[in-house]
């Protein structure tokens, strides 16, 4: 349990540096445009480095990456924090790539070491907790990192941010180093992906990222069309709330194999976001009751991907696949984000919301169509 807490632990200042950068940008006079740059070279570079960040940690040993990626990514945001009116955009989105690039391998490697350290048996459990407890952390994030700034400054936000990942980190690490398993890792970053049924997955996952992006988005511009817009964190935090709900509940009492249970699951989302497009600008209340329906499938669905990356991965790269699902749903919560957005300006805020059952169909529709091709003594569960 203390590895669970310091896991979700080293995930919270991720949550809380993607607003900071924002809040900084702003606050150094760069246009919302810049900002964005920015802020999605941040995110881009985490994603887009993870793979790699995932294998050297399977090569090197976890404890050794974690303390590498922890100094860098904190001198980086730290830079950005203590001298941010001597960078510019250029500069500062220089920062944003070295600090998204070195973010911590946190959740991956936790994700990857449970097999070794809890029974079979108590992996779905844990792997539902933590869907369900990140959830609480990327609510908590965020307010906190707002409520730091509001009551100080964007840049002592942005050094508090560098300084909570270098420390965080080097815990997880110092437990870590007690458990991690001798490298017996060959061959080049990406191999993982020759298995067919991990590829299924992660376009799986990828497309279900689509919606994480689309809800919220979508979320932000209904509540701005009803004069709602300040209520924009509590909606979402409701929606995160109705996931921790459910990812303690479903995974506890449902104990049918990951794919069953995600093959279910997926329709469920595709039904649960037809109310969303029914109560886009009914106000703040009624989208938050259809953001709770939506959220309960959320954290099980989750936890189902995890542990289906789990079986079927080779258990001495466990910690690079885990890590291509990270780049699999940052990818495609871009791709919601922006189809969202193009909707809501060009077509309303209805047409925004679709996109909250439409990536789930295109998920379920997908997942079902490569399970008909596999042969059923391989499949995954």
């Given amino acids: 349990m203390a590895l669970l807490v310091l896991a979700l632990l080293g995930r919270l200042p991720l949550t809380m540096t993607n607003l900071a950068l924002v809040l900084l940008a ?28 995932g294998r050297t940690a399977d090569r090197l040993g976890h404890a050794r990456v974690l ?6 990514c904190s001198v980086a945001l730290g830079l950005m924090g203590a001298i941010p009116g001597r960078l510019g955009v250029v500069g500062m ?20 070491a449970l097999p070794r350290l809890v029974p079979a048996d108590a992996l779905r459990g844990l792997y539902g907790l933590e869907a369900a407890c990140q959830e609480a952390v990327f609510v908590v994030g965020p ?4 409520a730091l700034i509001a009551a100080t400054s964007a840049p002592l936000g942005m050094l508090a941010c560098a300084g909570l990942t270098g420390l965080v980190t080097l815990g997880f690490a110092a437990m870590m180093a007690r458990h ?15 298995d067919r049924r991990l590829r299924a997955v992660l376009v799986t996952y990828a497309l279900l990222g689509g919606t994480f992006g689309g809800i919220e988005i979508a979320a932000i511009a209904g509540l701005e069309a009803v004069g709602d817009k300040s209520r924009a964190g509590v909606v979402l935090g409701i929606w995160a709330a109705g996931s921790l709900v459910g990812g303690l509940a479903v995974t506890r009492l449902w104990h049918a194999p990951a794919l069953r249970r995600l093959t279910l699951l997926l329709p469920v989302l595709v039904l649960a976001g037809v109310p969303l497009v029914l109560t ?28 289906l990356i789990q079986q079927i991965s080779p258990p001495d790269a466990l910690t690079e696949a885990f890590s291509w ?6 990818c495609g919560s871009a791709l919601g984000t922006v189809v969202a957005g193009w909707l809501a300006s060009h077509a309303g805020v209805e047409a925004a919301f679709v996109t909250a059952f439409a990536f789930p169909l295109l998920s379920t529709l997908w997942l079902r169509a490569v399970a008909g091709r596999d042969d059923p003594r391989r499949a995954v569960a």
């Fill in 180 to 194: 991690s398993a001798p490298s017996r890792v060959t061959g080049r970053t990406g191999a993982v992906l020759r």
């Fill in 26 to 53: 702003r606050h150094e006079g760069l246009s919302y445009a810049a900002t964005g740059v920015v802020a999605g070279t941040f995110t881009v570079a985490a994603g887009g480095a993870a793979p790699f960040i």
């Fill in 325 to 330: 699902s990270i780049g699999a749903v940052v």
């Fill in 93 to 112: 989105t220089a920062l944003a790539a070295v600090g998204g690039a070195l973010t911590p391998p946190i959740a991956t490697i936790y994700r990857a």
């Fill in 280 to 307: 886009a600008t009914s106000g703040w209340v009624w989208m938050s009751v259809a953001l709770t329906v939506d959220g309960i499938a959320i954290a099980p669905t989750i936890a189902a991907v995890y542990e």
């Fill in 143 to 146: 307010m906190m990192i707002v």
């Fill in 67 to 72: 303390v590498v990626t922890a100094a860098g």
